[in-house]
């Protein structure tokens, strides 16, 4: 399935859902292929913690690996409104921002609870950050990442 059908079927999906689309594009992303849903009726998605948006999302890779001619097809994700880019942004800005620290201060910071693709987003942010390590600690919903100094 090329980009081009597969953003046709995502469009079809969305409207199936009642959901009026002003504007669906795509762009690459280091993670793989983000096609982006701009809408006034965002509640749909976002309900219950983006819930519905991540059945949606596994609904569209399930299609997409289905279709693929390729052994190692593109990943692919949908998003609401740019919700999940701004996230991996102000993910990315605080991860620097706090191993910006670590080197300064030679310290340890522990970062708030976070899922395990978040913990990610701040792992792959920092991992080429000189003297600046990081690890996750915790169980279940304490899980979080420290950022260590490291010589």
Known sequence: MNHNELQQF?????EALGVSVET???FERKSG??????TKDETLFTKNEDEVLRAFNHIVKRVSESASET????RISVDINNRDTNHIEFLETQARSLG???QNLKVAVD???MNSYDRMIVHEALKNMEHVTTKSHGEGSLRHVV???SD
């Not at 052994?71 to 593109?74: F, G």
Request: zero cysteines; glycine letters at 0%; proline letters at 11%.
């Open 10 to 14: 995502i469009l079809t999906l969305v």
């Open 24 to 26: 669906l594009n795509f």
């Open 33 to 38: 292929l983000v096609f982006n849903v701009e």
């Open 71 to 74: 052994d190692s097809p593109v």
């Open 100 to 102: 910006e620290r670590v």
């Open 111 to 113: 970062m708030p609870p």
């Open 147 to 149: 950022i260590s100094y």
